[in-house]
């Protein structure tokens, strides 16, 4: 069982920046892929990014790409999301996630294990 908790969240305005962390409680969590997901109110879950567990690769939502960017720090157990020129529609709950796939790129939700409880970040001016 992999725990997670996200932190970082809040009310940023327009073109503002967050950065998004997710800590687990496994020892194994580098043998994890990770990814982020967001979902607006009203809306289904969406793929925001991953990160591979062994190869490092990185992998983006067309509406992220060059915005945001998914890093991990496997000794501290902790997954992040830097997030730059925020706009009105990122707002939504994020969540990460944690998936036991050893495919090289995992992008949809139901391809992933364990996830945070999420925490909200809202755009708004």
């Known amino acids: 069982q992999v725990h997670m908790v996200e932190s970082g969240g809040g009310l940023v305005q327009p073109g503002g920046s967050l950065r998004l962390s997710c800590a687990a409680s496994s020892s194994i969590f580098s043998r994890y892929t990770m990814g982020w997901f967001r979902q607006a109110p009203g809306k289904e879950r969406e793929f925001v990014s991953t990160i591979h567990w062994s190869s490092g690769n990185t992998y983006y939502a067309d509406s992220v790409k060059g915005r945001f960017t998914i890093s991990r720090d496997n000794a501290k157990n902790t997954v992040y999301l830097q997030m730059h020129s925020l706009k009105p529609e990122d707002t939504a709950v994020y969540y990460c996630?944690?998936?036991?796939?050893?495919?090289?790129?995992?992008?949809?939700?139901?391809?992933?294990?364990?996830w945070g409880q999420g925490t909200q970040v809202t755009v708004s001016s």
């Open positions: 996630a944690a998936s036991k796939s050893i495919s090289s790129v995992v992008a949809t939700p139901q391809r992933y294990d364990y």
